[in-house]
């Protein structure tokens, strides 16, 4: 005879969404030898700036997505 599954031993899945668009790599061109180094300086800030742009975006989506799943589930 079979048991049905108690309610401690039911499993509750929830799918987490696909990572947002917005998060790839910055990517930042390599100094060449003889370079101005304004110019090496000035694409390092913008490359630091982009990935902070993305981390900032990130961090909203996850609080976000980290509310919903710790918000109460009704039956």
Same mark, same amino acid.
């Given at each position: 005879?079979?048991?049905?599954?108690?309610?401690?031993?039911?499993?509750?899945?929830?799918?987490?969404? !696909?990572?947002?668009?917005?998060?790839?790599?910055?990517? @930042? +061109?390599?100094? *060449?030898?003889?370079?101005?180094?304004? #110019?090496?300086?000035?694409?390092?800030? !913008?490359?630091?700036?982009?990935?902070?742009?993305?981390? @900032? +975006?990130?961090? *909203?989506?996850?609080?976000?997505?980290? #509310?919903?799943?710790?918000?109460?589930?009704?039956?």
């Amino acid at each position: 005879m079979a048991c049905s599954p108690s309610a401690s031993q039911r499993v509750v899945a929830r799918s987490i969404p !696909a990572a947002p668009a917005y998060l790839v790599p910055v990517g @930042v +061109k390599t100094p *060449a030898l003889g370079e101005d180094p304004y #110019a090496i300086v000035a694409r390092e800030r !913008a490359g630091r700036l982009q990935a902070n742009r993305i981390i @900032v +975006k990130a961090s *909203a989506e996850w609080d976000m997505i980290s #509310a919903e799943f710790s918000a109460p589930k009704g039956p």
